[in-house]
């Protein structure tokens, strides 16, 4: 479980590959936390804040300026 806003960027851009979206994570206690998967690609780029990642059984911590694609 994770709570996040979601606006996307592009939705004027038809059949526009991949899409640009902003996410905006509300944090949310450690224990409340679970999986979540999608097939695709990901690139990440953190504007502010911090956002820890697991991507199988790795964990990558991001701070605001960090990007990751995946």
Sequence with gaps: MFAVNVERLDYRAMERKP???LA???EIPVEKLGP???AGKE???VIQGSLILR???KHFQLDAKDAIHF
């Design 43 to 45: 690139l990440l780029h």
């Design 36 to 38: 979540y998967q999608h």
């Design 55 to 57: 991507i199988r059984s």
């Design 19 to 21: 899409g640009a979206y």
């Design 24 to 26: 905006d994570f509300e």
